[in-house]
Nanobody, 116 residues
Framework: VQLVESGGGLVQPGGSLRLSCAASGFTFSAYTMSWHRQAPGKERELVALIGTYDRSTYYADSMKGRFTISRDNAKKTVYLQMSMLEPEDTAVYYC??????????WGQGTQVTVSS
């Protein structure tokens, strides 16, 4: 099983980034996919989640209207489009795949830094 995040980097306040998470080694379409983030000194928090076949989505309140999660089951990839980025969005962003209560996979994370 592998989850490989990419697309992080340094961006100015108000800018945009698109994160990608490429999955392999499991039945991607059957897994709920989500993005989480962890800032220095803080706990990891859920950013956004997308369901399987109905692709229902959930966003943490502070991300609503700024972030969009999507998935491409054919490419086994989940995306996080981030816009209107703020310094408070600086964190390591992690991709997660979950199926039931016992299948829970994490990527290695990608750093996002919002700074002028």
């Amino acid at each position: 099983v592998q989850l490989v995040e990419s697309g992080g980097g340094l961006v100015q306040p108000g800018g945009s980034l698109r994160l990608s998470c490429a999955a392999s080694g499991f039945t991607f379409s059957a897994y709920t996919m989500s993005w989480h983030r962890q800032a220095p000194g803080k706990e990891r928090e859920l950013v956004a989640l997308i369901g399987t076949y109905d692709r229902s989505t959930y966003y943490a309140d502070s991300m609503k209207g700024r972030f969009t999660i999507s998935r491409d089951n054919a490419k086994k990839t989940v995306y996080l489009q981030m816009s209107m980025l703020e310094p408070e969005d600086t964190a390591v962003y992690y991709c997660n795949a979950r199926f039931g209560g016992s299948h829970d996979f994490w990527g290695q994370g990608t750093q996002v830094t919002v700074s002028s």
